[in-house]
T-cell receptor, first 116, second 116 residues
Framework: GAVVSQHPSWVICKSGTSVKIECRSL??????MFWYRQFPKQSLMLMAT?????????EQGVEKDKFLINHASLTLSTLTVTSAHPEDSSFYIC????????????FGSGTRLTVV | KQEVTQIPAALSVPEGENLVLNCSFT??????LQWFRQDPGKGLTSLLL?????REQTSGRLNASLDKSSGRSTLYIAASQPGDSATYLC???????????????FGRGTQLTVWP
């Protein structure tokens, strides 16, 4: 089945530094990738939608200058949290889908970001 | 805007029971519906995908039904086991982005505990 690889699985960084999270579709071409954020005991909150070769579409309230998304190829999307602060600590998950969503979405294993 | 509701929020049962998890959505114009499982600190694992033209899907001890007109889906788990303990999320795809992949709308999940 479709596999999405997300790295790193966890990261601890100092306040003010930037962190990059990678999301790769291993065995299919992901025209569209989605980035979510999840707070403890809550459901997923969509942050942005990235389409290969074009600018990401951010959800209302999500700072696009803080959460930089790049989708340079059909198999790789990256989320960079710039100038991270403790309030950015969260669980970040990517998902990918191809062929118009007929086969649903596959999710990465998530990245636990802790900013100290 | 699509809203997805899951009932109950939490469920604790002894091993061996048959379970029903409920999901409802406000806009019946969906592309498909997907049930996911999430273990603590992990990403999402797809369990079943039901296209809007389908009524149900089965995989092992899991059966999911879809009544698109009434905006409801149920996930039936037969002969529950302790290993089924996890959070179960329901998500629908609303094709609200034109020709690109539709976004997923998630419920808040049902936290299931199956005790031996």
């Amino acid at each position: 089945g479709a596999v999405v690889s997300q790295h790193p699985s966890w990261v601890i960084c100092k306040s003010g530094t930037s962190v990059k999270i990678e999301c790769r579709s291993l065995d299919f071409q992901a025209t569209t990738m989605f980035w979510y954020r999840q707070f403890p005991k809550q459901s997923l909150m969509l942050m942005a939608t990235s389409n290969e070769g074009s600018k990401a579409t951010y959800e209302q309230g999500v700072e696009k200058d803080k959460f930089l998304i790049n989708h340079a190829s059909l198999t790789l999307s990256t989320l960079t949290v710039t100038s991270a602060h403790p309030e950015d600590s969260s669980f970040y998950i990517c998902s990918a889908g191809g062929t118009g969503g007929i086969y649903g979405y596959t999710f990465g294993s998530g990245t636990r970001l802790t900013v100290v | 805007k699509q809203e997805v509701t899951q009932i109950p929020a939490a469920l604790s049962v002894p091993e061996g029971e048959n379970l029903v998890l409920n999901c409802s959505f406000t806009d019946s114009a969906i592309y498909n519906l997907q049930w996911f499982r999430q273990d603590p600190g992990k990403g999402l694992t797809s369990l079943l995908l039901i296209q809007s033209s389908q009524r149900e899907q089965t995989s092992g001890r899991l059966n999911a039904s879809l009544d698109k007109s009434s905006g409801r889906s149920t996930l039936y788990i037969a002969a529950s086991q302790p290993g089924d303990s996890a959070t179960y999320l329901c998500a629908v795809v609303s094709d609200d982005r034109g020709s690109t992949l539709g976004r997923l709308y998630f419920g808040r999940g049902t936290q299931l505990t199956v005790w031996p």
